[in-house]
């Protein structure tokens, strides 16, 4: 029986992954307000792309590409998580970044 520890390496890459994304998404929202669900759109799709695109004959190789599908989908749902964001700051949560606009609509969410 041979162990692999490879299971563990993108489970490890997945939770710092994660972890990584809770801040990005407060500080986007923070400074960008309801705009950066843009840019996590456009790295969500370059991520999936890139996903697609490495070469997964090597355990390397594969483990590369499950990561970028992470990465992927993780700025996919980031997008939800911004609009979560705004209700957070409304409720007072979180402090409204500059220029923001207190949003009626966003304090009955």
């Known amino acids: 029986m041979t162990i ?3 299971g563990l390496v993108v489970g490890l890459c997945t939770f710092l992954i994660i972890g990584l994304f809770h801040p990005l998404v407060i500080k ?3 400074w960008f307000g309801l705009k950066v669900r843009a840019w996590f759109a456009a790295a969500g799709v370059v991520t999936a792309a890139v996903s697609l695109l490495i070469p997964a004959e090597t355990t390397v190789g594969l483990v590369l590409s499950i990561v970028c599908g992470v990465v992927s989908f993780s700025c996919f749902w980031s997008i939800l998580e911004v ?4 209700k957070r700051v409304a409720r007072g949560w979180f402090p409204a970044g500059p220029g923001h606009v207190r949003d009626e609509e966003a304090e009955k969410g």
């Open 83 to 86: 609009s979560e964001q705004r």
């Open 4 to 6: 692999s520890f490879w």
């Open 28 to 30: 986007g929202y923070y």
